[in-house]
C-alpha cells in the first residue's frame, strides 16, 4: 500500500487541487485499476480502538470502589484522545472518498466534476433553459454516482468503478 499519497497535502481546497493534479497523471500512467488496487483510495489508518469503559461489581468492596475510580479517572482521560483520533480517521476517509468519487468521473471522461463536490457553474439566471440543462447535468451525475455506490460498494471500491462506467452510457445523453 502506499502510505504516502496524502503527505504533505492540507485538506483545504489548494491541497485537493494538488491531488487532483498529482491522480490526473497516476491515472494516465497506471489505470484506475491498478490505483484502486495499491490502496490509493484507502486512509492508511487503522480505525482507533475505543477505550473500554470499566465496570464495577453490584457487590463490592472499598478496594474494589478505589480501583474502579482510578480506572474511570484514566477512561476519562482517554475518551477525548479516542474521539479525536476517530475525528482525524473519519476525515482522512472522507477526502478518501472525495478523491475517489472525482477519480472515477475523470476516469469515465466526466472533466467538468468539480472538485470536491459537484457544484453546477454559475449560469445567468435569464438564460433559463441553458441553466436547465447544466443543472440536470449535474444531477444526473450524482444520480449515476449514488447509483454505482449503491449497487458497488458492498463489493469493494472497484465495482463502483465498474457500475459508473456501466452507467457512463446513460451520462453521455446529457
Wanted: with cysteine; hydrophobic share 40%.
Amino acid at each position: 500500500m502506499h502510505s504516502t499519497v496524502f503527505k504533505g497535502y492540507k485538506t483545504d481546497a489548494e491541497g485537493f487541487k494538488a491531488l487532483q493534479l498529482e491522480f490526473i497523471g497516476m491515472i494516465a500512467e497506471l489505470g484506475m485499476c491498478d490505483i484502486i488496487n495499491k490502496g490509493f483510495f484507502d486512509p492508511q489508518m487503522e480505525y482507533p480502538q475505543a477505550p473500554k469503559k470499566p465496570r464495577l461489581d453490584p457487590i463490592h468492596n472499598s478496594v474494589q470502589a478505589l480501583n474502579y475510580a482510578e480506572a474511570l479517572i484514566v477512561y476519562e482521560q482517554a475518551r477525548p484522545l479516542y474521539d479525536e483520533a476517530r475525528k482525524h480517521y473519519n476525515e482522512k476517509r472522507a477526502m478518501c472518498h472525495v478523491l475517489f468519487k472525482w477519480a472515477c468521473f475523470y476516469d469515465i471522461g466526466v472533466f467538468e466534476h468539480t472538485f470536491p463536490c459537484i457544484e453546477p457553474p454559475a449560469i445567468p439566471a435569464t438564460d433559463s433553459e441553458a441553466y436547465g440543462k447544466r443543472a440536470n447535468y449535474y444531477r444526473g451525475l450524482e444520480k449515476a454516482w449514488d447509483m454505482a455506490w449503491e449497487r458497488g460498494h458492498s463489493a469493494g471500491i472497484y465495482e463502483v468503478h465498474l457500475e459508473l462506467e456501466t452507467l457512463n452510457e446513460l451520462l453521455i445523453c446529457f
